[in-house]
Structures are given as C-alpha cells and as structure tokens.
Nanobody, 119 residues
C-alpha cells in the first residue's frame, strides 16, 4: 500500500534551520512528484514546494524561494525539504503528498510534522 511519512519538524529559533524528510513506500517513486504543503490553524493550506522525480524539476512558493531547497533520493525513496533562515511565519504543520505531476491530483498524504519557529 502507498505510504508517505513526514518527519523532522521541531522547535527552532528564527534564523535557524530544519530539514524535513518524506519517506515513501508502496509505489514507483521515480514516476511521481512529491509536494510539501503547510497549514497553520486558521489559515489556508499552502503549497510550499514540489519536486518531479521524473526529471528533477522543482517548484517553490514565492516566500520560501532562496531559503528552502527540495531534493530527492531515489535510492531511499525519500524527499527532503531543507529549510534555512526560518521565520515565525513558517510555523505550521508540514505535509508531504504524492501526485503524478506537481500541479494537481495529490492522492496520498503523509501525516504531517509540526514546525514551530520562535521569534
């Protein structure tokens, strides 16, 4: 069965760094895109970043460009989100999800990992 498991969240001070991991199983990793999303209570879910494993194409939302880096390790079926220069506005639960392409049709989601950035 298809599974995605997000991990790596935690409490960090503003300006600090965290790396999130999305470990996947149960499907052909190289044939899919993996996206990272976040949601803070009371706010809409945001699409943070995505990587298309077929060719390595990456996408970032505007406010994280230059601070976050998404990468993929096909040997481990895992996608990473390196987050640098974190800001309090980055505080949210971060989820990873699978889709055929980055734009839409996310069909399987991980359970989420909480990132808290203190000022």
């Amino acid at each position: 069965d298809v599974q995605l498991q997000a991990s790596g969240g935690g409490l960090v001070q503003a300006g600090g760094s965290l790396t999130l991991s999305c470990a996947t199983s149960g499907f052909s990793f190289d044939d899919y895109a993996i996206g990272w999303f976040r949601q803070d209570p009371g706010k809409e879910r945001e699409a943070v970043s995505c990587i298309r494993n077929t060719d390595g194409t990456t996408y970032y939302m505007g406010t994280v460009k230059g601070r976050f880096t998404i990468s993929s390790d096909s040997a481990k079926n895992t996608v990473y989100l390196q987050m640098n220069n974190l800001k309090p506005d980055d505080t949210a639960v971060y989820y990873c999800a699978r889709a055929p392409i980055c734009a839409y049709d996310y069909d399987y989601w991980g359970q989420g990992t909480l990132v808290t950035v203190s000022s």
